[in-house]
């Protein structure tokens, strides 16, 4: 597929051999690009359900796998994968509208449901004529959440992703909402250098 095309929709069969009814009212997924839902939500034992993926890939180039947890009163009942592979945009601009100092970002913050692990991505891309070596200053992020860039150090026209990790502890409190993720080599001055980063 390439980043420039339509989303893609992929649909799975689950089936319910536990014995009782199930209720799937969590559904998570490993990045903000991939939304799912389960027709029905309710099944009985012995039925089957579509688990319907939407995969928006535009800003995701490259080949990724991506997992769908499917849970029931906090009990994981199912564990789905997809994996990609994405043609890059012509147009690399577009792909990344947020400024960030030398860098291109496709978005300026990450959320998170409390209690809830996951991982967010934030695509990065190196629109600058200079090398870019950005770095998470890890010392001011909560308990629990770990940053960092999977490529540290960019040349004119190379991508990465930004990592955010969430464990899903209790590191973040029930009062505590916005965090901001303190980034350093973008050549912004200090008060522009964050990335925000809220739970819910």
């Not at 027709?39 to 490259?62: C, F, N, W």
């Not at 973008?186 to 008060?191: S, Y």
Request: aromatic fraction near 8%.
């Amino acid at each position: 597929m390439a980043e420039d095309d339509d989303p893609v929709v992929v649909t799975y069969r689950v089936s319910n051999s536990s014995g009782h009814t199930i209720m799937f009212d969590g559904i998570h997924t490993s990045c903000s690009c991939v939304e799912a839902e389960v027709i029905p939500p309710r099944l009985k034992a012995g039925d089957s359900a579509e688990v319907r993926v939407t995969y928006r890939q535009k800003g995701h180039p490259g080949r990724h796998e991506r997992t769908i947890w499917l849970s029931s009163k906090d009990k994981e009942y199912a564990r789905l994968t997809l994996i990609s592979e994405v043609t890059p945009s012509m147009d690399r601009a577009a792909d990344y509208p947020q400024s960030f100092g030398l860098l291109r970002l496709t978005r300026k913050s990450v959320r998170f449901r409390k209690g809830i692990r996951s991982v967010e991505r934030i695509a990065c891309y190196n629109a600058s004529t200079d090398a870019v070596q950005a770095e998470v200053m890890e010392g001011l992020l909560p308990k629990g959440v770990k940053a960092g860039f999977e490529k540290r150090l960019l040349l004119p026209g190379e991508e990465t992703d930004m990592v955010v990790e969430y464990d899903g502890g209790e590191g973040v409190h029930v009062s505590d909402k916005a965090f901001r993720i303190k980034i350093i080599g973008t050549g912004l001055p200090a008060h522009e250098s964050y990335i925000e980063l809220y739970f819910e």
